[in-house]
């Protein structure tokens, strides 16, 4: 998040609105679908998929509003 972070003075105004207007008008249904690889565990063959896990990949937006609005409630 190091690109954020360091574009956080131009962005931050344009981040509260989008997560303002969430918090009104609600999720975007989008928003809740993600994309899953599996990752290998690094332990044991890559050819068993018992040594697989699941990795859900969603929206930089919608992660970037989570943790605006997590922020506000904690």
């Known amino acids: 998040?190091?690109?954020?972070?360091?574009?956080?003075?131009r962005l931050s105004a344009h981040i509260a609105r989008l997560a303002n207007a969430v918090a009104v008008v609600g999720w975007p249904a989008e928003w809740g679908l993600a994309e899953i690889n599996a990752l290998w565990k690094r332990k044991g063959s890559r050819d068993d998929k018992a040594k697989y896990r699941p990795a859900a990949?969603?929206?930089a937006a919608a992660r970037l509003v989570e943790r605006t609005l997590g922020s506000r409630v904690h």
């Open 57 to 59: 990949i969603l929206p």
């Open 1 to 9: 998040m190091t690109v954020l972070q360091r574009a956080a003075p």
